[in-house]
């Protein structure tokens, strides 16, 4: 199935290409979600616009993406969470809670989608979170977790 890209897909691709996906991941996920539009030969004519508009917007991005990427790196990120004995958290921290914890801290308003946070994290301690602000800039936050009293 062929498809236009609406929005950026992790592993798949940018907002306004064009890629060949299974049936069942176009049809099922990336339609009704809104990441994707269904190819024809007028929506292909939409693509040059939806990269020409990505492409202003990215050369604008690179500049904040570094400055949002030295606001991020400078900053220590405390979250206070339940654990039991041994710091083992009741549940695991979602990346919603670390984005609300980075403006908390006086950091920047991030998209949760944007965190890359390998496994779940279910145990107290010091924890590096990458940050994909754009293709090219990668930001890195320093988040403590600490058990509540």
């Not at 236009?4 to 009704?32: A, F, M, W």
């Not at 202003?56 to 570094?66: H, L, P, S, T, W």
């Amino acid at each position: 199935m062929k498809i236009i890209l609406t929005q950026e897909v992790s592993n798949l691709g940018e907002p306004g290409d064009i890629v060949e996906v299974k049936n069942g991941y176009g049809r099922n996920y990336l339609l009704p979600q809104g990441f994707a539009i269904s190819w024809s030969r007028g929506a292909e004519k939409q693509v040059s616009q939806i990269k020409r508009a990505r492409s202003a917007r990215e050369i604008r991005n690179v500049d904040q993406a570094q400055e949002v990427k030295t606001q991020l790196d400078s900053l220590k990120v405390t979250l206070t969470e339940r654990a039991g004995d041994g710091g083992r958290l009741f549940g695991s921290v979602t990346p919603a809670e670390i984005v609300s914890a980075v403006q908390a801290a006086g950091g920047p308003e991030l998209d949760r989608r944007r965190l890359q946070v390998g496994s779940p994290i279910k145990t107290v301690g010091s924890y590096q979170i990458p940050v994909r602000l754009h293709p090219e800039v990668v930001a890195t936050v320093t988040l403590d977790v600490v058990a509540s009293k």
